[in-house]
């Protein structure tokens, strides 16, 4: 508290202390271009109890215009956002699923999907984004394994994928001709949260549509039937292996992995794949050309085959025909392995000649 009658001693020195602090800070006044009054902050030295407080503590000392006070940062602090029901916030899905496809099975189907994205899903997504793949080129004991570890999440996710439909719906046929627009509508609410698994998704549709269109005979049907199923311990992700180390979108020239014939009728693939995405996939579709008696190859687009591949290992642990030379350094989708490959012997079968 400030005495009611001033010391005559303090009220002397009190100009002069008033004068000394305002012209150390006159040239603070402008801030920004913009004249700013003087803010008096009361002195905050403490005092030992029981002793007399000097006069000049209780002054009020002049000050240049401070923006924060006691503190580095500003007493605003953004609310975390909370994640809702991704189909029940989304006007134009629901306006146009109204109109097109009203079922009410699809409806109770998307809006359970909406609440399990909003409270499990999205932190699984996160989760594989702060533990993205790594890989274990050797064991313990010096034997080279090429063993890609991914999170927890990225498994889950995989089996949530086969339990939700996420590919079999398109093939289901349940609602006709919109059983896509069902399926596309439930990948377009997971895909924000899905910490980048659409992209096996993707590959692994492409996949069975490659196979269905085809024709699904032996030994891919097999295949076709794991990648369509519902049944987590069934269900398998495919790959698509077409990048060669030039890189670029024209395989027809690109392509050097060649295709060994054996003699029961399947082959052995040999070349280097530069971007394999989803390397940690079941199964792939990949490019190769078929080598003659002589080791010739057709040049360009007439000489290439697609090839169905298997991803498996051996008694010794080791991937068949494959070897792992590095994951891609990328930046954007880190959560999804995509590796370099040299097939050495990878066992393959022909699909489209």
């Known amino acids: 508290m400030i005495r009611e009658q001033a010391d005559p001693k303090a009220m002397a020195a009190s100009p002069a202390i008033l004068s ?5 800070s006159s040239c603070c006044r402008l801030w ?14 403490a005092t030992e109890p029981g002793a007399r407080k000097r006069d000049e503590e209780h002054l009020w000392e002049a000050a240049a215009y401070l923006p924060f ?17 991704p189909f029940l916030e989304d006007a134009l899905l629901r306006g146009y699923l109204k109109r097109h496809l009203p079922q009410e099975a699809v409806w109770s189907d998307l809006n359970a999907f909406g609440e399990r994205v909003a409270k499990e899903i999205d932190i699984w997504g996160r989760e594989c984004e702060l533990n993205p793949p790594r890989l274990v080129h050797f064991d313990p004991w010096g034997q080279r394994v090429d063993h890609i570890v991914t999170s927890a999440a990225w498994k889950r996710l995989k089996d949530l994928s086969a339990q939700e439909g996420l590919v079999a719906i398109g093939y289901e046929k349940s609602f006709g001709e919109w059983s896509r627009v069902y399926q596309m509508s439930k990948l377009y609410i997971f895909s ?12 692994t549709d492409g996949a069975a549509k490659v196979i269905q269109s085809t024709g699904v005979s032996l030994p891919v ?3 076709y039937g794991h990648l369509t199923s519902r049944q987590p311990e069934r269900f398998w992700t495919s790959g698509q292996w077409m990048t060669e180390r030039q890189g670029g979108s024209d395989v027809g020239t690109g392509t050097e992995t060649v295709a060994v014939p054996q003699t029961d009728g399947s ?41 169905y591949a298997e991803v498996s290992r051996g008694e010794d642990g080791r991937l068949q025909g494959i070897e792992v030379q590095r994951l891609k350094d990328k930046l954007g989708t880190r959560q999804m392995p995509t590796a370099e490959l ?5 066992p393959a079968y022909r699909g489209v000649p």
């Not at 000394?20 to 150390?24: K, T």
């Not at 006070?69 to 029901?85: E, T, Y």
């Not at 924000?192 to 096996?200: K, V």
């Not at 040299?342 to 990878?346: A, E, H, M, R, V």
């Open 267 to 307: 082959y052995k693939l040999h070349g280097f794949k530069w971007f394999t995405s989803a390397t940690d996939a079941d199964m792939t579709l990949t490019l190769a050309r078929v080598q003659d008696r002589s080791g010739s190859t057709t040049p360009g687009s007439r000489g290439l085959s697609l090839f």
């Open 20 to 24: 000394r602090l305002a012209a150390g």
């Open 192 to 203: 924000p949260s899905s910490g980048l698994y659409t992209c096996p998704l993707a590959m």
């Open 221 to 223: 049907e097999k295949a």
């Open 32 to 45: 920004c271009g913009v004249t700013r009054p003087l803010v008096h902050i009361r002195s905050a030295r």
């Open 342 to 346: 040299l097939l050495d012997g990878l």
């Open 69 to 85: 006070s006691r503190a580095s940062m500003g007493s605003f602090f953004q609310d975390q956002p909370v994640l809702k029901n």
